[in-house]
């Protein structure tokens, strides 16, 4: 048992460092224009958004399921 909440508390603390970068990186983005480690984030973020509200309930039911996932 301890592996598995020591494997959980591991997934958990990357989750949260990756959550940190994504926001720095939009950040970025949008202050810095196309800066070469950032990339797109800005324009990956505005198309997974768009491809949600294309998909109707469904892209409903799946940005639900996203934000459970990050609370």
Known sequence: MKILSGLTGT???LTSV???LLGL???V???GG???F???VADNIVSLV???GDAGIVGLVAAIIILNLYK
């Open 50 to 52: 768009q491809g949600l």
């Open 25 to 27: 990186g939009i950040v």
């Open 11 to 13: 997934i958990n603390s």
């Open 18 to 20: 990756v959550i940190a």
């Open 38 to 40: 950032v990339g797109g």
């Open 34 to 36: 196309n800066v070469p």
């Open 29 to 31: 983005a949008l202050l």
